[in-house]
């Protein structure tokens, strides 16, 4: 496993990380409407199995179900391990918290996130799908800074849609690490996030590299109403002359063949599908040839690259 220093933290990590949205709630592309999930006792198998492997980075949310109780049983203990996890932006009714409620609230998120890791400390809390009116606001981010003094925090970040969040983000100098989605076909973060946040030395931390299941097998179960992006999966298959069961690994050592992110994330179900993923990390970088082509290949439809818009869970 190859090994990347994240931005200024310090922080050595594996170039894949493990997203665990999928081992701690139902997520992505679903054949039928029966959970898609592994047990707890799976989900922490797998865990352990990632950090045998070579993984020592893991996403994580409050609300990705039961996903960070599974890592503190797993891994908390270890220190060898970092876990990144999220506030997300709190609300009443549809408006925004601000002044003390909004101070009790993301207090009262770490402090559990804290209990279900098992950590003294989070390594990094990233603000979840931040926008640039909230990252430019700043109130959000003065309570994460207040408990990064206080010892309950040790990096702070965003996790980020868009071009404008991003760069917010990265220009407001408080942030030590992006979360971005990115990948075979959607490559606009390429455009002047990825550069920017590298003359910032912002780590840059890549979701969404398989697009929510899209860049697998799973494309074939999409909905009429999403056939582009099957159709988009199809594409690439044929312009590299690959399989549908190669795509996932051609999707993933394109994310990883960057020179301006430092981890890529991979979300799995079975131990299988982590084999398969760690194997594409221990390929070769595409070569230059291939990312030329692979350019040809994004798309910039919003409504198809992000999957706020499907409708599907």
């Given at each position: 496993m190859e090994y990347r220093?994240?931005?200024r933290t310090?922080?050595?990590v594996s170039a894949l990380s493990l997203g665990t949205v999928e081992l701690g709630m139902d997520y992505g592309i679903k054949k039928s409407e029966k959970s898609n999930h592994p047990s707890a006792d799976d989900a922490i198998n797998i865990i352990r199995c990632a950090v045998d492997m070579g993984i020592n980075f893991f996403d994580t949310a409050p609300n990705y179900g039961t996903s960070e109780r599974l890592l503190g049983e797993a891994i908390g203990s270890r220190t060898d391990c970092y876990i990144a996890t999220k506030v997300s932006i709190p609300d009443s009714n549809g408006?925004?918290?601000i002044g003390r409620r909004l101070q009790q609230e993301v207090n009262s998120s770490l402090e559990k996130s804290l209990r279900a890791?098992?950590?003294e400390a989070l390594d990094i809390v990233q603000i979840h799908n931040a926008t640039e009116e909230v990252i430019k606001q700043g109130e959000i981010t003065e309570v994460l800074l207040k408990a990064q003094e206080a010892g309950k925090v040790r990096f702070i970040g965003a996790s980020v849609?868009?071009?404008e969040a991003a760069s917010a983000a990265i220009n407001d100098g408080a942030f030590d690490v992006i979360q971005v989605a990115y990948s075979l076909l959607d490559q606009r973060m390429a455009r002047n996030v990825l550069s920017l946040a590298k003359s910032s030395q912002v780590g840059v931390m890549n979701r969404s590299a398989l697009l929510k299941g899209v860049l697998t097998t799973r494309a074939k179960w999409l909905p009429d109403e999403l056939s582009a992006l099957r159709y988009a999966s199809e594409r690439v298959i044929n312009t590299f002359?690959?399989?549908w069961d190669a795509l996932p690994e051609t999707a993933l050592r394109f994310c990883l063949s960057s020179g301006f992110i430092?981890?890529?994330l991979?979300?799995?179900n079975s131990r299988q599908e982590l084999e398969r993923a760690v194997s594409a990390a221990s390929e070769n970088p595409l070569d230059e040839n291939r990312l030329k082509m692979a350019e040809e290949l994004g798309l910039d439809d919003e409504t198809l690259v992000n999957p706020f818009y499907w409708a599907i869970s």
């Open positions: 220093l994240l931005g310090g922080l050595k408006k925004q918290l890791l098992c950590r849609y868009g071009e002359g690959i399989s430092h981890t890529v991979v979300g799995v």
